[in-house]
């Protein structure tokens, strides 16, 4: 189809409409829909204010209902807008000739698909393809309505490109990225359905949650985009070619993102490091809050948060403080004088070491010697604690703090290094 055909035969659509528009009959619609608009956007002033002093004050409300009522209160305007209309032309075909509330009824259509499709569309989170569903279904169902979807289709159609044996036109390209739009926003929803339903079972270990989200999100999204660009007819055998480019460039360019990525799915699959856990790499030591595909985020107690490749998770040696069990043995050394009775100083040592609030009994804290020293008679302090996610310095220093009170209560002496410093005068020397 050619342009300016088309072109000239909707400039001579617009002339009519520009004639006819001189009608009384329809300048009072015209009257109507913009004193109609202006009392709607007075109207919606007072009822936003009103709906959101409530949700306030809404108790036991979710985020999700919030959330919906939230996106109902941002098209408040154009709810009493289409109200209004649908009223204005009740009362015109009753009092009058249904023909002269023919522009107020389409009019009021378009307003009520808007509405419908701003509600729907904010089911797709992500922005850039809200905003193509919803200006996409709202223009096709006001070209359908204005009756010119016909010419603008064969329009979209005839702007085309031929590459080989492919033909891409203007219709197709709108066609696929409606399609995509909603067909995405669906996975979305539906991913974040999965996740939810994974999340809240207890029989699933959290590294097999995390790889069970992960899969649903790449089959349900994958699934989206094949049914997409299938549905509009693009050939994906086309993409052969540059799917081996892309398999070539991966071999050779992006080894450490393929090796991070296999082994982010090893860590998931053995188990080994889980969302929770508290590790220690080198001089790292934190708890895992996230496990990505290319790395692993560990928060430290100072709350700098590292994000550890997965390569060096398989690697590396890690440390992982609650793999198996979440008890954790700490050690501290300690020295009392030759005076003490060491029995005595095992029973109170284990008994300050069981009044700290994180240490846990059973099992209980013991004591023992571990050598005599030049000064004094060294112990060793051991004791147990369920939480290393909380630090490992603080509880220490309770059990040292505990430890010395006690000590100072029954008066026994930690002894430190002393040296005797004798000096010679070389004139008067001394035997």
């Known amino acids: 189809m050619e342009i300016v055909p088309f072109l000239d035969a909707l400039w001579a659509d617009a002339r009519s409409w520009f004639a006819a528009w001189l009608q009384p009959w329809r300048l009072t619609q015209l009257g109507i829909a913009v004193a109609l608009f202006a009392l709607a956007a007075i109207m919606a002033r007072f009822v936003e204010g009103h709906f959101r002093e409530r949700m306030r004050n809404w108790e036991g409300a979710t985020k999700r209902r919030l959330r919906i009522a939230l996106v109902f209160l941002n098209q408040t305007q154009f709810i009493l807008y289409a109200l209004l209309l649908w009223g204005s032309v009740v009362v015109l075909r009753a009092s009058t000739w249904p023909s002269r509330s023919y522009y107020l009824a ?3 259509s378009l307003v009520t698909t808007w509405v419908v499709v701003a509600v729907l569309s904010r089911l797709i989170r992500n922005r850039v393809l809200c905003f193509i569903a919803r200006w996409g279904i709202w223009g096709v169902v006001s070209l ?3 009756g010119i979807l016909p010419q603008t289709v064969a329009f979209l159609d005839g702007a085309a490109l031929t590459l080989g044996d492919q033909r891409i036109s203007a219709l197709v390209v709108l066609k696929a ?3 995509l739009s909603l067909l995405i926003g669906l996975a979305g929803a539906a991913s974040g359905a999965v996740r939810n339903r994974i999340n809240a079972s207890d029989t699933i270990s ?10 649903s999100w790449l089959l349900l999204y994958g699934l989206a985009i094949v049914i997409g660009l299938q549905s509009v007819g693009f050939d994906l055998t086309s993409l052969t070619v540059l799917s081996g480019a892309i398999g070539l460039g991966l071999g050779f360019g992006l080894q450490k993102v393929v090796s991070n990525l296999v082994s982010g799915i090893i860590l998931l699959l053995d188990k080994s490091i889980k969302p929770g856990d508290v590790i220690s790499l080198g001089e790292t030591f934190g708890w895992i809050t996230t496990l990505g595909a290319r790395y692993v985020s560990v928060v430290t107690r100072d709350g700098r948060e590292y994000l550890i490749p997965n390569e060096d998770l398989i690697t590396g040696q890690v440390v992982n403080w609650t793999h ?5 043995r700490l050690d501290i050394f300690f ?8 029995h005595h100083v095992r029973r ?3 008994e300050a070491a069981a009044s700290v609030p994180r240490v846990v009994n059973p099992p209980k804290p013991v004591c023992h010697i571990v050598g005599f020293g030049d000064s004094s008679i060294d112990f060793i302090l051991r004791f147990w604690i369920v939480d290393p996610a909380q630090g490992l310095t603080n509880v220490r220093g309770g059990v040292y703090l505990a430890l010395w009170d006690a000590l100072k209560e029954e008066g026994i002496e930690i002894p430190f290094p002393r040296r005797d410093v004798t ?4 004139d008067n020397p001394k035997d």
């Open 324 to 328: 198996s069990s979440e008890l954790v």
């Open 106 to 108: 389409l009019l009021a």
């Open 206 to 215: 959290p590294s097999m949650k995390v790889l069970a989200d992960k899969a």
């Open 335 to 342: 020295g009392v004088s030759y005076a003490a009775d060491p």
């Open 423 to 426: 000096i010679y005068d070389k």
């Open 177 to 179: 990225a409606l399609l």
């Open 348 to 350: 109170i040592a284990s």
């Open 144 to 146: 359908s309505l204005l």
